[in-house]
């Protein structure tokens, strides 16, 4: 963005995964970042686990943070499918060569970027949920929060996830997040007789509702579930219902299932998290003046795809390539939402579609989904998805208008 980048100063707007990775990109180009997130301290086991798909891991390899993870994280190759009476429905994925990804829990990615930042020198601030977006003047922009402090700087990037204050204020005739009309659950078992198998992700369809879940090779299972949930429920709502009617309702649902499935949801320890699932319908405007959004603030998806975090990873770098390639900030942002608009709507029509093979409960969807789903598995390797995993961005690349 000509030569004036160590003039500028960017606002981000969440401390997630979208927010850190974009802050340290943006440090490359000489912008400073300050990171403002609105709980009031880190917590690095909030929300359950993630896939982060090899799209996404490239990223964190750029940023020279991928270790880590892969570390840290379950190795995903390959994905199982069984029907709820134990037969074999398909397989997707490859059992040798690169993993699709990993599996990692929430809060470790999180701490993963938000250190990688702080030893960046790139400055965190808790406690600061936005009140107000001002850009009345060019390439300024002056937030509030309701703690009563105020900031400035030239460039408000929206890392605040889905329900993006961000998103209400600057771009207030913005679509509201759909519910899907499932909910999401699940835990961790840390002892397990479950066995191990590398690189495997056992999708049952259940009975009554749909199970998943991963083996550590210490033994720790991460296991989730979906389930059908009427209205339009929030996270609040979910929470304020005792855990004990949640493990009743859970332990309800696949008492009736083969093996290991009731065993590893009676065995969970600690409290089961449960999560509704919202995506976002297309978003017209992703920018107003100097405001910009990204990640899930504009474009989320429900988890089924396992593409959430990833494509988070790649709007930061894809937005602050053009914010250094291009000679102004609204081109650099009309470019970002041109790259970046019909693969993320692809991914949330995509991933909401799996979310609703997942819920055939009565016997003719159950049928026609056994019947549907081995043809459509095989369909998915022979294309082996690599429209999804296999995108990638060289950070070298210019963007050229």
């Not at 930042?117 to 601030?125: D, F, K, S, V």
């Not at 003047?137 to 509030?144: G, I, K, L």
Request: glycine letters at 10%; proline letters at 5%; one cysteine or more.
């Amino acid at each position: 963005m000509e030569n004036s980048n160590q003039q500028h100063k960017a606002l981000i707007i969440g401390c997630g995964i979208a927010g850190p990775a974009t802050a340290l990109f943006l440090k490359r180009i000489g912008i400073d970042s300050v990171i403002y997130e609105a709980e009031k301290t880190n917590d690095d086991y909030a929300g359950l686990f993630l896939n982060l798909a090899r799209n996404g891991l490239r990223v964190m390899d750029e940023l020279g943070i991928d270790e880590p993870i892969r570390q840290e994280g379950i190795v995903m190759q390959t994905m199982k499918m069984v029907s709820g009476k134990g037969k074999m429905l398909g397989t997707v994925g490859q059992s040798t060569g690169e993993p699709q990804g990993y599996t990692i829990k929430r809060g470790f990615i999180h701490k993963v970027l938000r250190e990688e930042a702080l030893r960046q020198g790139i400055p965190i601030e808790f406690g600061k949920k936005l009140r107000s977006i001002e850009t009345n003047e060019p390439n300024r922009v002056e937030v509030s929060f309701e703690d009563g402090s105020y900031a400035s700087g030239n460039i408000l990037i929206g890392c605040d996830g889905i329900h993006s204050r961000t998103r209400k204020i600057a771009l207030p005739n913005s679509p509201v997040p759909s519910y899907t009309g499932l909910i999401s659950f699940g835990g961790f078992v840390n002892r397990s007789k479950v066995p191990y198998e590398r690189g495997i992700q056992k999708l049952v369809f259940g009975k009554r509702a749909f199970f998943g879940y991963m083996v550590k090779p210490s033994g720790e299972v991460y296991w989730y579930g979906n389930m059908d949930y009427n209205g339009q429920p929030t996270r609040r709502e979910l929470q304020s219902i005792p855990q004990e009617e949640w493990r009743k309702t859970i332990n309800g649902l696949y008492a009736n299932d083969l093996d290991p499935i009731p065993q590893i949801v009676r065995s969970t320890q600690g409290e089961i998290g449960v999560f509704p699932i919202y995506d976002m319908p297309p978003v017209a405007e992703w920018y107003r003046k100097s405001v910009v959004l990204v990640g899930d603030a504009v474009h989320a998806t429900s988890p089924n795809a396992g593409q959430g975090a990833s494509l988070a990873l790649e709007d930061a770098m894809v937005l602050v390539k053009c914010i250094r390639d291009l000679p102004n900030l609204e081109q650099a942002f009309s470019m970002f939402q041109q790259l970046r608009r019909d693969r993320v709507e692809r991914i949330v029509q995509y991933s909401r579609s799996i979310g609703q093979r997942k819920h055939a409960t009565n016997p003719v969807q159950v049928f026609f989904r056994d019947l549907m789903l081995p043809m459509f598995l095989k369909q998915a390797n022979k294309d082996s998805l690599g429209w999804m995993y296999d995108y990638k961005t060289n950070w070298e690349d210019k963007i050229t208008v």
